[in-house]
């Protein structure tokens, strides 16, 4: 038979890592490691980033044609696929009415350039 190691009950093992010091950190010197640790994993970035430049009025005009356009072929497929009793409803009148625009002379629109470039 194997004797039994004592062990005393009302002892309470400690949780955690052991203490690093033999005092007990203050809430100001945690946070100072907690910070420190936070800046030493950022990753550090590789190049800098440049501001995306923005679009000029003739650019942004095209691509807000061109989404109106890509937009009205969504309405009207969607008003293709929409069934035979709901097209007289108000979902099925306001699609026809979107497809029905006609956005022919908004696409024959050339905007000035402005400043003499015209």
Same mark, same amino acid.
């Given at each position: 038979m194997i004797?039994?190691?004592y062990r005393h009950v009302t002892k309470s093992q400690r949780r955690g890592r052991p203490p690093q010091s033999e005092r007990a950190l203050t809430?100001?010197? &945690?946070q100072a490691r907690y910070?420190? &640790? !936070?800046?030493?994993? &950022?990753?550090?970035?590789s190049r800098q980033l440049r501001p995306t430049r923005a679009l000029n009025r003739v650019? &942004?005009?095209r691509t807000a044609v061109a989404e109106l356009v890509a937009l009205q072929a969504e309405y009207a497929a969607w008003l293709d696929a929409l069934p035979e009793t709901l097209r007289e409803g108000a =979902?099925?009148? =306001?699609? !026809?009415?979107?497809?029905?625009l006609d956005l022919d002379e908004i696409c024959a629109i050339e905007p000035?350039?402005?400043?003499?470039?015209d």
């Amino acid at each position: 038979m194997i004797p039994l190691e004592y062990r005393h009950v009302t002892k309470s093992q400690r949780r955690g890592r052991p203490p690093q010091s033999e005092r007990a950190l203050t809430g100001a010197e &945690r946070q100072a490691r907690y910070r420190q &640790r !936070q800046a030493n994993s &950022r990753p550090v970035p590789s190049r800098q980033l440049r501001p995306t430049r923005a679009l000029n009025r003739v650019r &942004r005009w095209r691509t807000a044609v061109a989404e109106l356009v890509a937009l009205q072929a969504e309405y009207a497929a969607w008003l293709d696929a929409l069934p035979e009793t709901l097209r007289e409803g108000a =979902t099925g009148e =306001t699609l !026809q009415a979107v497809v029905d625009l006609d956005l022919d002379e908004i696409c024959a629109i050339e905007p000035p350039r402005g400043f003499g470039r015209d």
